[in-house]
């Protein structure tokens, strides 16, 4: 009897805490976006699209339940990584995707009122850029609730030379799952094509040592439009870099350089 009735008291004391915490509790939800879904250049599109010497406008509208703060941007080349979130994604996007421009970044800040907001975010995207650049979205309420969006911004680029890659060491790039891997003291060859709509003035292939960065291989290109070159991996095992320049014909001031990682082991 004693007991059940200090039992009581407990529970009665628990239930007037919860009730206490619950009635003074501050708001614990995450702010959204309430974007119409499948909306073009928002945060909530599988890709945005982008083009080299244009700007995009990323628009959404942003709600939550009591008041929104602000919204953060960070845009940074996908090169070389992922973000968890967007695993799944990249499973469907696998092969090489050659970068160029990829020290070009964005991160701003909007400030947002009331409990739906409009934000637009101008960004001008330099003639220097093509590949997937990851647009990240941080948005903030009044009360310090987070939450994070993720897309990519896609860029095309008609202003530089382009490299296509059709095989490498037999292989389609398209195919690769990462990044390669080349046997050490073996021979890859390497097969592509360099394009550019004013023409091509001069294009190189080097294979540079990560860890000296001594190029170890290189080729000046004769042949623009199909190319094949054979590359003679170093014995020492390592991380390399495959990169790939060109100059445009019409103007020499435009010049790209793009590659990728590769293991030699
Ligand atoms: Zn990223």
Redesign the pocket.
């Given at each position: 009897m004693m007991i059940n009735h200090k039992t009581n008291i407990q529970n009665v004391a628990l239930l007037g805490l919860a009730i206490f915490f619950t009635s003074c509790q501050t708001d614990t939800e995450a702010p959204t976006v309430c974007t119409g879904l499948g909306a073009m250049n928002s945060i909530t599109a599988d890709e945005i699209e982008g083009v080299a010497g244009d700007h995009v406008d990323i628009e959404d509208v942003f709600c939550d339940n009591e008041g929104l703060s602000q919204v953060r941007y960070d845009i940074?080349s996908?090169e070389g990584?992922a973000?968890e979130v967007s695993d799944e994604d990249d499973e469907h996007n696998d092969g090489l995707i050659l970068h160029s421009g990829t020290d070009w970044s964005v991160l701003r800040t909007i400030e947002l009122d009331g409990t739906e907001a409009e934000a637009d975010l101008h960004v001008d995207v330099p003639l220097t850029a093509r590949g997937v650049w990851?647009v990240i979205v941080d948005l903030v309420d009044n009360e310090g609730n987070t939450a994070t969006f993720l897309s990519d911004l896609h860029i095309e680029n008609s202003h530089m030379p382009e490299f296509s890659l059709t095989s490498v060491g037999g292989e389609d790039p398209a195919n690769w799952h990462g990044e390669p891997t080349w046997s050490a003291g073996t021979e890859v060859v390497v097969e592509g094509a360099v394009t550019d709509e004013d023409g091509i003035a001069s294009a190189e292939l080097e294979l540079i040592d990560e860890a000296t960065e001594t190029v170890v291989w290189s080729a000046e290109l004769t042949a623009f439009e199909a190319f094949s070159e054979t590359v003679t991996v170093p014995a020492a095992a390592g991380e390399y870099h495959f990169e790939m320049k060109a100059t445009d014909a019409s103007n020499a001031a435009v010049s790209m350089e793009t590659g990728f990682h590769v293991e030699v082991e």
């Amino acid at each position: 009897m004693m007991i059940n009735h200090k039992t009581n008291i407990q529970n009665v004391a628990l239930l007037g805490l919860a009730i206490f915490f619950t009635s003074c509790q501050t708001d614990t939800e995450a702010p959204t976006v309430c974007t119409g879904l499948g909306a073009m250049n928002s945060i909530t599109a599988d890709e945005i699209e982008g083009v080299a010497g244009d700007h995009v406008d990323i628009e959404d509208v942003f709600c939550d339940n009591e008041g929104l703060s602000q919204v953060r941007y960070d845009i940074h080349s996908a090169e070389g990584h992922a973000h968890e979130v967007s695993d799944e994604d990249d499973e469907h996007n696998d092969g090489l995707i050659l970068h160029s421009g990829t020290d070009w970044s964005v991160l701003r800040t909007i400030e947002l009122d009331g409990t739906e907001a409009e934000a637009d975010l101008h960004v001008d995207v330099p003639l220097t850029a093509r590949g997937v650049w990851h647009v990240i979205v941080d948005l903030v309420d009044n009360e310090g609730n987070t939450a994070t969006f993720l897309s990519d911004l896609h860029i095309e680029n008609s202003h530089m030379p382009e490299f296509s890659l059709t095989s490498v060491g037999g292989e389609d790039p398209a195919n690769w799952h990462g990044e390669p891997t080349w046997s050490a003291g073996t021979e890859v060859v390497v097969e592509g094509a360099v394009t550019d709509e004013d023409g091509i003035a001069s294009a190189e292939l080097e294979l540079i040592d990560e860890a000296t960065e001594t190029v170890v291989w290189s080729a000046e290109l004769t042949a623009f439009e199909a190319f094949s070159e054979t590359v003679t991996v170093p014995a020492a095992a390592g991380e390399y870099h495959f990169e790939m320049k060109a100059t445009d014909a019409s103007n020499a001031a435009v010049s790209m350089e793009t590659g990728f990682h590769v293991e030699v082991e």
